[in-house]
C-alpha cells in the first residue's frame, strides 16, 4: 500500500508570497488531515475533510490559510500572504474512515523569510 | 483548553536498557490515546493506542499504562535499540462529540539512544 504522497518536501519563501502545499491520501481513504507542527511542538489539526466536504476547521487561519478537496481524492492547502510564523511543517493524514487509524505524510517544511 | 503535555522533553538511555516516556492529559472525557514515533524528517508513525476501558496494553517491546485516576499515560520501550532514538508524542481524543476523531497532540519527549 502507497502512503500520503506529500510536496514540495521543502519550501522557502518571503513574508506576505504565497504558497501551496499538496497531499494526495492513501487511495480509497475518505478522511484527509491537515495539520501544522511547529519546530518542538506537537501537530496541530488544521482542517479535516470526510470526501471532500469540511469536518472541521475551527483551527485554521482563515483569513491567510485555505484548503480544497474538490474530488474527494487529493487537497490543497494554501497560505496568502505568508507571516513568519507560518514557518513550520505541514503534515497531511489520511484514514479509510472517521477513525483512528491516521496515515501520516512526510510533510512539507515551509519556512518563511 | 483542553491539553496533552509531557514530563520531561528529553531523555536518554543506553541500549539494552528499557525506556519510560510519560504524559499527562488533562481532559477527563479522552477516551482513546495512542503513542506516535516521529523520526527526524518523517510524519508521525503509529506505535501503540489504549482505550479509556483498559490499563494496560502491550505490543512487541512497546507496553502502554493508562492511570485514569491521575491522567497520566507512559510508554515503556524494552531493550531499547539505537533504532528507536525519535520524538515521541502521545495523542489523544479530545471531547469534540459526535464523529469528528481529531487528535490532540502533546508536546514530545525526545529520546536517545546510546550505543
Known amino acids: 500500500e502507497a502512503g500520503v504522497a506529500q510536496s514540495p518536501r521543502y519550501k522557502i519563501i518571503e513574508k506576505r508570497q504565497s504558497v501551496a502545499f499538496w497531499c494526495n491520501p492513501i487511495?480509497?481513504?475518505?478522511?484527509l488531515y491537515w495539520y501544522q507542527q511547529i519546530l518542538g511542538q506537537g501537530p496541530k489539526l488544521l482542517i479535516q475533510f470526510q470526501n471532500n466536504g469540511v469536518v472541521d476547521d475551527s483551527q485554521l487561519p482563515k483569513d491567510r490559510f485555505s484548503a480544497e478537496r474538490l474530488k474527494g481524492v487529493d487537497s490543497t492547502l494554501k497560505i496568502q500572504p505568508a507571516k513568519l510564523e507560518d514557518s513550520a511543517v505541514y503534515l497531511c493524514a489520511s484514514s479509510k474512515q472517521q477513525t483512528y487509524g491516521y496515515t501520516f505524510g512526510s510533510g512539507t517544511r515551509l519556512t518563511v523569510v | 483548553g483542553e491539553s496533552v503535555g509531557l514530563h520531561l522533553p528529553t531523555l536518554s538511555v543506553q541500549e539494552g536498557d528499557n525506556s519510560i516516556i510519560n504524559c499527562a492529559y488533562s481532559?477527563?472525557?479522552?477516551?482513546?490515546f495512542i503513542w506516535y514515533k516521529q523520526e527526524s524528517g518523517k510524519g508521525p508513525q503509529f506505535i501503540i493506542d489504549?482505550?479509556?476501558?483498559?490499563d494496560k496494553r502491550q505490543g512487541q517491546r512497546v507496553t502502554v499504562l493508562l492511570n485514569k485516576t491521575v491522567k497520566h499515560l507512559s510508554l515503556q520501550i524494552a531493550a531499547t535499540q539505537p533504532g528507536d532514538s525519535a520524538v515521541y508524542f502521545c495523542?489523544?481524543?479530545?471531547?469534540?462529540?459526535?464523529?469528528?476523531?481529531?487528535?490532540?497532540f502533546g508536546k514530545g519527549t525526545l529520546l536517545t539512544v546510546n550505543p
Open positions: 481532559n477527563s472525557a479522552s477516551d482513546y
Open positions: 495523542a489523544e481524543t479530545g471531547s469534540s462529540g459526535g464523529s469528528n476523531y481529531k487528535l490532540t
Open positions: 487511495s480509497g481513504h475518505a478522511t
Open positions: 489504549i482505550r479509556s476501558n483498559m
